[in-house]
């Protein structure tokens, strides 16, 4: 997918501004995450401003997100909106080496961009809610709901054995 701005026009004045959206979709970007799954359309709206000596592209790229809570294994879905900003200037066959992207010629495709800032904003942990207390370890109850009753400390694996020795005895009487 393309994402096209035509800068010539925008390049008349330093401090023009000329607003944009397009509509794509996550698969059209190739920004399909990996443990998640953007639903339906992705919006991306944003300015494009002239700086004088090149532009900078600002704005957000809306979706929902659908995924499965690490923590106790529900469905969740929300809205996303990722912001980004990004400064371009006219190719002059020189690499860029100052935080700014370079292009050519009279247009500037915003599609790698925003594959880049859609793909690394998706969160390491995909959680239903920050407090999310998970699934119990021993019977799998969720303790979002409730309290199972279930004795969840840790035990010192060097001492495992003489635990096991605790619960065979108990378990004789």
Known sequence: ?????????????????????FVTTAAALDAVPENAVLEGDIIVEGTLQS??????VTG??????????????????????YAFTEDFRPSDGEPSG????????????????????????????????????????????????KDCGCDRRPIDPRLAGLEKLLRDSEEED
Request: proline share 4%; charged share 25%; net charge negative.
């Open 98 to 145: 100052d935080g700014e992207s370079v292009f050519e010629g009279e247009v500037l495709d915003i599609a790698p961009l925003i594959h880049d800032v859609v793909l690394s904003a998706q969160p390491m942990q995909n959680l239903c809610r920050p407090d999310c207390r998970g699934l119990c370890p021993r019977c799998g109850a969720d303790l979002n709901e």
């Open 51 to 56: 700086t004088g000596t090149g532009f900078r």
């Open 1 to 21: 997918m393309e994402m096209r701005l035509k800068v010539s026009g925008a390049a008349a004045a330093a401090g023009s501004v000329t607003d944009f959206r």
């Open 60 to 81: 957000t790229a809306k979706a929902r997100r659908s995924f499965v809570c690490d923590r106790c294994l529900k469905a969740c879905s929300e809205n996303s909106a």
